[in-house]
């Protein structure tokens, strides 16, 4: 992985030089602080693509909006969001991990990013914290939430806690772009699996999640998990149950490739509007 780091070190600069039509990307860090589970140049100059597209398309403005991102990590939806907030708008980015918000805070110019630590506690990512949940973010000041990969770490209670702070901080008619890993029974069934040894056998025992987390009789977590935070999937009861407790309601709604059937990304993605007034 050392001589990865080196060659990546010399690419990224090269690479600056021949970008023209896609400035943002640009701010994509090196290897050493491209973290949550994605590690490759390409892996995130795609997966940022892929989210700045559903922004475009599912935000009211395409420039001038007001951005809260939930798990920001190292900034990946940060440079997603770097057009749509161009101008007069507001990306701020919330984490649990003190040294992620360090990077951003040094890395990503202000304005119009911002990152703030949440002391939240989580189980599998911040273990010694135990303060406020509550986001920092004023009340309907946000024109879009976004979370990519939280709610596969939330457990029961965080998540439908973390919903509800993503109504408070939305504008009426704003939306929240989330993952997630949603139960709907079009996950493949390892047994019937007749690709053994192959990356899809792998994967589909990978991410088979047949054991409750902790006692709710809606949220799963896999075998391998030592705490259900590492990987946590909802079934549609759980889905259902937050959107009426929040009274949000589902705008798009995106199949993930984890189901090994075509997607535009791995996890689902739930595209969620708060009701107009």
Same mark, same amino acid.
């Given at each position: 992985?050392?001589?990865?780091?080196?060659?990546?070190?010399?690419?990224?600069?090269?690479?600056?030089?021949?970008?023209?039509?896609?400035?943002?990307?640009?701010?994509?860090?090196?290897?050493?602080?491209?973290r949550g589970g994605?590690?490759?140049?390409?892996?995130?100059?795609?997966?940022?693509?892929?989210?700045?597209?559903?922004?475009? =398309? &599912?935000?009211?403005?395409?420039?001038?909006?007001?951005?809260?991102?939930?798990?920001?990590?190292?900034?990946?939806?940060?440079?997603?969001?770097?057009?749509?907030?161009?101008?007069?708008?507001?990306? =701020?980015?919330?984490? =649990?991990?003190?040294?992620?918000?360090?990077?951003?805070?040094?890395?990503?110019?202000?304005?119009?990013?911002?990152?703030?630590?949440?002391?939240? &506690?989580?189980?599998?990512?911040?273990?010694?914290?135990?303060?406020?949940?509550?986001?920092?973010?004023?009340?309907?000041?946000?024109?879009? =939430?976004?979370?990519? +990969?939280?709610?596969?770490?939330?457990?029961? +209670?965080?998540?439908?806690?973390?919903?509800?702070?993503?109504?408070?901080?939305?504008?009426?008619?704003?939306?929240?772009?989330?993952?997630?890993?949603?139960?709907?029974?079009?996950?493949?069934?390892?047994?019937?699996?007749?690709?053994?040894?192959?990356?899809?056998?792998?994967?589909?025992?990978?991410?088979?999640?047949?054991?409750?987390?902790?006692?709710?009789?809606?949220?799963?977590?896999?075998?391998?998990?030592?705490?259900?935070e590492k990987a946590?999937?909802?079934?549609?009861?759980?889905?259902?149950?937050?959107?009426?407790?929040?009274?949000?309601?589902? +705008?798009?709604?995106?199949?993930?490739?984890?189901?090994?059937?075509?997607?535009?990304?791995?996890?689902?993605?739930?595209?969620?509007?708060?009701?107009?007034?």
């Open positions: 992985m050392d001589n990865y780091d080196t060659l990546d070190e010399q690419y990224i600069a090269l690479d600056r030089e021949q970008v023209r039509r896609t400035k943002n990307i640009k701010l994509i860090p090196d290897a050493a602080n491209r994605k590690k490759s140049y390409a892996e995130w100059a795609h997966v940022i693509g892929i989210f700045q597209t559903l922004m475009f =398309v &599912h935000c009211e403005k395409t420039w001038g909006n007001n951005i809260v991102d939930l798990g920001c990590g190292t900034g990946i939806l940060a440079i997603a969001a770097d057009p749509l907030v161009s101008r007069s708008g507001r990306y =701020v980015g919330l984490d =649990v991990n003190t040294k992620d918000i360090a990077f951003c805070s040094q890395h990503y110019p202000l304005p119009p990013f911002e990152f703030l630590h949440l002391s939240a &506690h989580n189980a599998a990512y911040s273990t010694e914290q135990s303060g406020q949940k509550i986001w920092p973010i004023d009340d309907e000041s946000a024109d879009l =939430v976004t979370a990519l +990969s939280v709610w596969t770490h939330l457990n029961e +209670s965080d998540a439908i806690f973390n919903l509800h702070e993503t109504v408070r901080v939305l504008r009426p008619g704003g939306k929240a772009i989330i993952t997630a890993f949603i139960l709907d029974g079009k996950t493949p069934d390892p047994l019937n699996d007749d690709e053994t040894g192959s990356y899809h056998s792998t994967a589909k025992k990978l991410w088979q999640f047949e054991r409750q987390a902790y006692d709710s009789a809606d949220w799963f977590t896999t075998d391998w998990a030592d705490v259900p946590i999937a909802f079934n549609e009861s759980g889905l259902k149950r937050m959107l009426g407790e929040t009274g949000l309601t589902i +705008s798009a709604r995106y199949d993930g490739c984890w189901k090994e059937n075509p997607g535009i990304f791995f996890q689902d993605i739930l595209v969620l509007e708060k009701k107009r007034q």
